[in-house]
């Protein structure tokens, strides 16, 4: 009888080191997946970001300069696909947000000649303010994908514009009141 408790307690110890050690695997591999995507996720949104600041300050430098530009909208494209590819359901609707806007912005600053009649500065900040709405609502759709923690942004950074003039009076009461810059 003392041979079979010490064999059935041999195997017990053996196949729970076995589940414990395939468990682990199988956990630390989970892990492993998600920082990877998190990782991809995070160089996605970032190429994406970088390269709407690009042109849109391409653009802006032409229309305030009065001069040409050109810009790779192929950069564009694949920066929008691979956010998409990576993105979860809720940032990619945003994505999508923020391209109908810049496509708005396009079609309003590059069906006219930069260099014969650009856009005042006045009305380049006015077509800037919808992709600057879409884009602060989609750094905030990514800021929670990655990261529960963080909070939500009240302004944009980046792109092509500063705060325009109109700002103050295109915000909702409740934007102006989170806005440190609007007390």
């Keep these: 009888m003392a ?6 307690t041999t195997l017990g110890g053996a196949l729970s080191a076995t589940v414990g050690v395939f468990v682990g695997g199988v956990l630390t591999r989970r892990a492993q997946d998600r920082h990877w995507l998190r990782d991809r996720q995070l160089m996605a949104y970032q190429d994406l970001l970088r390269e709407y600041a690009t042109f849109s300050m391409i653009l ?4 305030l300069g009065r001069t040409g530009w050109a810009y ?4 564009w494209s694949a920066a929008l696909m691979s956010a998409s ?3 979860p359901s809720a940032v990619t609707v ?5 391209g109908q806007a810049v496509q708005r912005l396009l ?6 000649d930069t260099t014969t009649a650009p856009l005042s500065q006045d009305q380049f900040e006015q ?4 992709p600057a709405r879409a884009q602060l609502d989609l750094v905030n759709a990514m800021r929670r994908s990655v990261g529960r923690g963080q909070g939500s942004l009240s302004t944009w950074l980046g792109g092509a514009s500063g705060r325009p003039a109109h700002w103050k009076t295109a915000q909702s009461g409740h934007d102006r009141a989170a806005d440190p810059q609007q007390a």
């Excluded at 041979?3 to 059935?8: F, G, S, T």
């Excluded at 802006?60 to 229309?63: F, G, K």
């Excluded at 079609?107 to 006219?112: A, H, I």
């Excluded at 077509?127 to 919808?130: F, K, L, S, T």
């Design 3 to 8: 041979l079979l408790d010490i064999a059935v």
């Design 60 to 63: 802006r430098r032409a229309h």
């Design 72 to 75: 790779d909208w192929g950069a």
């Design 85 to 87: 590819l990576v993105a």
């Design 94 to 98: 945003e994505i999508d947000k923020f």
């Design 107 to 112: 079609d309003v600053t590059t069906e006219v």
């Design 127 to 130: 077509a800037m303010v919808a």
